[in-house]
């Protein structure tokens, strides 16, 4: 039994033991992936810092470049055109990888709530807290997996 699925910041596989919340969906890199915790979290807090300071100087970068431009005329149209879709393809790049990396044992999840492609996962983290995660732009093959593996009702 092995499933995967697309939602809007990475990949859900599942087997028989663990649901695990990946970048590429590939099932080799579930072989490394830790349950997570308190000490996991503080990485993905960092990596997400890391991620909107890289946004911050590309537009800082972005402005500083067009207040400097000369006063040619296509130069006027054509840069800001060109930031938003610097702007747009990076944050598109970014997001599909910026989702969490994690699994959390089918045993230790305690319900799960399916609204509007959003999906709630509560369960007891590896300190063995009270813990959730939401996951948003589930697509329909991943809801049909979950009601059919009766996850989600």
Do not use: C, H
Not at 1 to 9: A, D, L
Not at 43 to 50: D, E, L, S, W
Not at 143 to 148: A, F, H, P, T
């Amino acid at each position: 039994m092995k499933y995967f699925f697309k939602y809007e910041k990475g990949y859900v596989n599942i087997d028989k033991e663990n649901f695990y919340l990946t970048t590429s969906g590939n099932w080799s890199e579930t072989a490394t992936i830790l349950e997570k915790s308190a000490r996991l979290k503080s990485i993905y807090i960092r990596k997400k810092i890391k991620t909107y300071s890289f946004y911050a100087m590309l537009l800082a970068f972005s402005l500083l470049l067009y207040f400097n431009i000369n006063n040619g005329k296509n130069g006027k149209i054509m840069l800001p055109v060109g930031i938003v879709l610097l702007l747009l393809s990076s944050f598109n790049y970014f997001r599909a990888g910026s989702g969490n990396q994690y699994k959390i044992p089918l045993s230790k999840i305690s319900k799960m709530e399916y609204s509007f492609k959003n999906l709630k996962i509560y369960f007891k983290n590896a300190d063995n807290q009270d813990d959730f995660e939401r996951l948003e732009g589930i697509e329909e093959k991943g809801i049909q997996i979950l009601k059919d593996l009766k996850l989600i009702r």
